[in-house]
């Protein structure tokens, strides 16, 4: 009984199917296994970063509400807005999506 079930396993492990199966393992283990600085996984890291980086980069995006606010207070003390002109344009530079 047990050396049936030996030489079944034998022969399972000796088909072309399992030969296919041993050789991708291999083939997984030798690229995990090769030396840090030539190996494929470093170089696959080493692109992930950088375009990780890359998209980590955020625009300066300039404020212009503040240079907004100086400019409607210096018309309106300089006398060309009127104050309903001014609190209406206030009311909508804070409404305005920033």
């Keep these: 009984m047990i050396l049936s079930l030996l030489q079944q396993t ?28 030539f190996s494929p996984l470093a170089e696959y890291m ?8 890359l998209a980590k980069r955020k625009e300066v995006k300039p404020n212009f509400d503040e240079q907004a606010q100086q400019v409607l207070d210096h018309k309106y003390h300089q006398g060309e807005l009127t104050k309903d002109a001014y609190d209406k344009l206030r009311q909508d530079m804070s409404l305005r999506p920033k």
């Excluded at 000796?14 to 296994?33: G, K, L, M, N, Q």
């Excluded at 080493?46 to 980086?53: A, D, F, M, N, T």
């Design 10 to 37: 034998v022969r399972e492990l000796s088909s072309p199917e399992a030969t296919r199966a041993a050789e991708w393992v291999d083939s997984v283990i030798a690229f995990f296994d090769s030396p840090l600085p």
């Design 46 to 53: 080493l692109i992930i970063l950088v375009l990780w980086l």
